[in-house]
């Protein structure tokens, strides 16, 4: 059976036009003779994740343990994922491509509803492992946050995260305001070209950055909950559970030509 990633794929290219998505989004303009291509989504519809797309991690992580327990659709179009309490453990979930989809370079966008309860934040990032490798910078490597939510006010946390977590470590953070962030929904985005990436919270741009030098491989898509009973986000035991935050949907656009249809970016060689 084709996945829908490659049904999407051999559609364009046998001329069909791209799915008519609700709402659309907004997009980074392009040069004459550019567009942007839509090369995988999900709208998270029906009952049921997508196991073609996603894969869900099951283990400790942090101070809790992701779970499938706490994935779901809701039948209304959103990706749900909870944390809650059993038995004084905490459990929560990441959803990812590994394996599944994975991508350099290209408009990377979730329009999604926040947590309300303290102890936990809700991400949306790319990754890969060679993240651990060291030199090279972030090019053979990055972990790209393009969203992480710790704060229950108009806070949003952007970070690069290369070399490893260890001594030689090194990361770059920005951190934006959204005076209206923690109501409704709103669209978190990354702009990654091989020279720049730039961050987009409802369209606009919050972030434009070249550190780390760029990551010049595949990484994949991972949506995740984290837990913890103190820093930045708070103590999960003072928070009324559960608590959850739902995704409507990601999108994946790439750069090509007008004409050809072939990408307009090619990874850079890495020095050896």
């Known amino acids: 059976m084709l996945s829908a990633w490659w049904m999407l794929m051999l559609g364009l290219w046998a001329g069909q036009p791209e799915p008519k998505l609700q709402p659309p989004d907004l997009l ?17 519809e029906g009952r049921q994740l997508d196991r073609t797309k996603w894969d869900i991690p099951e283990g400790p992580r942090r101070d809790a343990f992701w779970t499938a327990r706490a994935v779901q659709l809701n039948g209304k179009g959103h990706l749900v994922i909870r944390v809650f309490e059993e038995a004084g453990k905490y459990y929560d979930a990441c959803v990812r491509t590994r394996g599944k989809f994975e991508h350099t370079f290209g408009f990377y966008v979730a329009r999604i509803q926040l947590q309300r309860q303290p102890g936990h934040w809700s991400a949306f990032w790319l990754y890969t492992d060679s993240v651990n490798k060291i030199g090279n910078e972030g090019r053979d490597g990055t972990e790209i946050d393009i969203m992480e939510k710790p704060w229950l006010d108009e806070r ?11 001594k030689h470590h ?23 070209r091989p020279e720049e990436y730039v961050f987009y919270i409802d369209g606009k741009e919050v972030w434009r950055t070249r550190a780390g030098g760029i990551c010049q491989v595949p990484l994949y898509i991972k949506l995740s909950d984290e837990v913890a009973f103190g820093g930045w986000a708070g103590d999960i035991r003072k928070a009324r559970l559960p608590d959850q935050f739902l995704v409507d949907y990601v999108r994946v656009y790439e750069l090509v030509d007008a004409q050809t249809g072939q990408p307009v970016y090619k990874p850079q060689p890495l020095s050896p």
């Open 28 to 44: 980074p303009p392009v040069p004459a003779g550019q567009k942007w291509r839509l090369i995988w989504h999900d709208e998270f």
């Open 156 to 166: 949003v946390n952007h970070a690069l995260h290369w070399d490893g977590y260890g």
């Open 170 to 192: 090194r990361s770059a953070v920005r951190v934006s305001k959204v005076p209206d962030i923690m109501e409704g929904f709103h669209t978190f985005a990354l702009d990654w």
